[in-house]
């Protein structure tokens, strides 16, 4: 059996989509893999005693759950754009959770469309302290360089990172995040994870956590980055991360695949599933013919 240990953050804003994410995580794992699940909060959660993500045990069973109290740290932590200071929980991880000397961490707004043990066992992190995606992304490119001072192609989501715990409380890394969370960043807890660690990164393979949903990446047939094999394997293995609009909010690049994982979870409300599919499509019967036939190629053009 594979042990694979893997942490969530978040609070009970994002507890439903947290048992989709971890829905699809259980759902596409080998047969001889186990996830070994941490989830950090604070005081103030309450899905810890709410039995929402234990349901799954009806369901899976190569899985377990531990909910990890960090109290409040970062309670006076800068938050911007709706993040918010669950975010910074990530960077407490090797402390936390001592049981493994490496584990993965990712954000709930993912869905999973592969087994993570082969990556987990095959990535070495000796000399690092952090594995992730770098993402190109042209309208980043001044701010990394300019505010984080490195390279924007080593400059990793961390949405999606495996972390070498061992390492980082042998440097004595969580010192170094918690005081650079104590700057107004704009990118929050991603540029402290950046800033303290950008001489030990190490890049994983796009499939991983390219970050925008995947397609609003990949769709740009004039794209530099990826070569044609890379782009078929980010769509059809790669973790889908909603690091932008949120499906079960809105429209947005794949908002149907995390519906279908919805629909197919036993969380599955159908009341919630009718009545915001029925709000959006009269949303798009109001949008001009044009404006709609745009949507429907641009979605198509995609998936093929």
Request: net charge negative; charged share 25%.
């Amino acid at each position: 059996m594979n042990i694979i240990p893997i942490t969530f953050c978040f609070d009970d804003n994002l507890i439903m989509p947290a048992g989709i994410c971890i829905s699809s995580l259980l759902q596409h794992a080998n047969e001889d893999t186990f996830y070994d699940i941490f989830i950090l909060h604070d005081d103030s959660s309450k899905f810890p005693t709410s039995n929402h993500l234990e349901r799954l045990h009806d369901v899976y069973s190569n899985f377990k759950i531990q909910y990890r109290n960090i109290g409040n740290s970062f309670d006076k932590a800068f938050e911007i754009r709706g993040i918010t200071k669950a975010a910074y929980y990530r960077l407490l991880i090797p402390e936390v959770i001592k049981e493994y000397e490496k584990i993965f961490y990712f954000d709930v707004d993912i869905i999973f469309q592969s087994d993570l043990s082969k990556i987990y066992q095959n990535t070495n992190l000796e000399n690092f302290y952090v594995a992730g995606v770098a993402t190109p992304y042209t309208d980043l490119d001044a701010y990394v360089k300019e505010t984080i001072q490195m390279n924007p192609l080593g400059y990793i989501c961390s949405g999606t990172i495996l972390m070498n715990s061992k390492k980082m409380l042998e440097d004595k890394v969580v010192p170094q995040f918690k005081k650079a969370a104590e700057k107004d960043w704009k990118y929050q807890d991603q540029d402290v994870l950046n800033l303290v660690c950008k001489e030990k990164i190490k890049l994983l393979p796009p499939w991983f956590g390219v970050v925008g949903t995947v397609n609003e990446i990949v769709s740009d047939k004039n794209q530099e980055y990826y070569d044609t094999e890379t782009v078929y394997d980010i769509l059809n293995h790669g973790t889908i991360h909603y690091n932008g609009a949120k499906p079960w909010k809105t429209w947005c690049y794949n908002f149907d695949i995390w519906w279908e994982y919805y629909r197919k979870s036993i969380y599955f409300d159908p009341t919630f599933y009718f009545e915001f599919y029925h709000n959006k499509l009269v949303e798009y019967d109001h949008l001009p013919l044009m404006k709609r036939i745009k949507i429907l190629l641009r979605y198509f053009l995609v998936r093929s």
